[in-house]
């Protein structure tokens, strides 16, 4: 059972264009959502993250939305540059006080330029 | 500053044999985590630990083993290695659930 989707397993994009990657979950409880992102050969790296009490939160070229009636979230980066070439990850957690994350299955980018 | 510490980067076992994958970090991080990623899969969560002594399954456990006898160190034991526990895992910690800090992997192979 799989609580949290990215339903598309690669993306591409011209650089300087918008990127947009898309987040499902299923349980209403998850209070905390974050994106990592991930080059080959090494770990997953924090990207940008959103509470459940908030609707968007940005960071520089980072911007993700939380549409909670729909349990979406959405990652965008404007612009895009070819650094951003990369797999990200959708992550969400129950208030549990243990901080165990839900991940998604990924979602591989590739900026061209 | 290391950051979270995981060794060794690459290893190939045999059917049955059994091996230690080391994890350190020394950021001083209550919480630590072990987790697999599997060809097209997310993360799944082995154990995890929130702090010395405190040990508990996550959502694929079976087959592994943990200890946490330091905050810094989170060794994964593998007992009898069999082949669908080929698979890239990653140590991570955390000290307010505000972003993991990973490891850079170990990439496993069981033949």
Known sequence: DQQVKQNS???????GR???LNCDYTNSMFDYFLWYKKYPAEGPTFLISISSIKDKNEDGRFTVFLNKSAKH????I?????GD????FCAAILPSGTYKY???TGTRLKVLA | NAGVTQTPKFRILKIGQSMTLQCAQDMNHNYMYWYRQDPGM???LIYYSVGAGITDKGEVPNGYNVSRSTTEDFPLRLELAAPSQTSVYFCASSTNGNGYTFGSGTRLTVV
């Open chain 1, 9 to 15: 397993p690669s993306l591409s994009v011209q650089e």
């Open chain 1, 18 to 20: 918008i990127s947009i």
């Open chain 1, 73 to 76: 979230l959405s990652l965008h």
């Open chain 1, 78 to 82: 404007v612009p895009s540059q070819p």
């Open chain 1, 85 to 88: 070439s990369a797999v990200y």
């Open chain 1, 102 to 104: 839900i991940f998604g």
């Open chain 2, 42 to 44: 997310g993360l799944k």
